[in-house]
């Protein structure tokens, strides 16, 4: 059944005077949380973990670590020439009452030639999975939808590690990464950045949890 526009629109109204009644009690709210952010950065990281593990599931940030809440880091002095690449996935869920099932991860990327004077270069990579190998596991069930962020993840850091073998004998920056995925963990102790995120993808892919993802990920 469509929907009926008219009913809609006064209440797309209402919402609209919500939302700006929302905004304006927010730039209220504004100058109390910079002024709890300030008491709290005097804090001892220890009395702040105590108090969010008080909190349990009302905390919805991140654990703070023994840094200051406030700490300002100089960035490190850029080289002349300097290669940047990076990923990101993106995904459409299967959906069994669709007219079509399948599932579809897009691999979108970018490498920056920083001091060549270059346009920075972009690429995507799409895969649609509609066969009945790709969308029921080992026990005739329905993919879930964390198994296809699990095959996203792995395509980013794959996508990662074929973009950096290209970059191999570059200059780099000195960096401290450390990945965690599923009790997985994986800290970056070598300068080579671009060799250790070779070295992650491979990880990944061949790890317990992604080797029970059938079917395999597609070369290309």
């Known amino acids: 059944m469509s929907l009926n526009l008219p009913q809609v629109l006064s209440q797309m109204q209402d919402m609209g005077r919500t939302a700006a009644s929302r905004v304006e009690q927010l730039a209220i709210k504004l100058p109390e949380a910079v002024e709890t952010f300030r008491r709290v950065s005097l804090m001892k990281p220890k009395h702040i973990q105590a108090r969010i593990a008080h909190a349990g599931n009302r905390w919805p940030g991140a654990v703070p670590t023994q840094e200051p809440l406030d700490l300002l880091v100089s960035p490190p002095t850029l080289p002349d020439q300097l290669k940047v690449i990076g990923a990101d996935g993106s995904q459409i869920y299967p959906d069994r009452h669709a007219p079509a099932f399948y599932f579809m991860i ?108 059938v079917p395999p990920w597609p070369a290309s």
């Not at 920056?112 to 596991?137: F, M, V």
Request: some cysteine.
């Open 106 to 213: 897009n691999i979108g990327s970018i490498i920056i030639a920083h001091g060549s004077g270059k346009q920075p270069q972009t690429n995507s990579r799409p895969w649609i999975y509609y066969q009945d190998e790709d969308l029921y596991d080992q026990n005739d069930g329905a993919i879930t939808n964390a198994v296809v962020d699990g095959w996203r993840d792995v395509a980013e850091m794959g996508e990662l590690a074929r973009l950096a073998d290209g970059c191999l004998g570059e200059q780099y920056l000195p960096c401290s990464i450390t990945v965690y995925y599923c009790g997985w963990r994986s800290k970056c102790k070598s300068q080579n950045v671009v060799l250790w995120i070779a070295s992650c993808a491979h990880t990944l892919i061949t790890s317990t949890v992604y080797t029970k993802l």
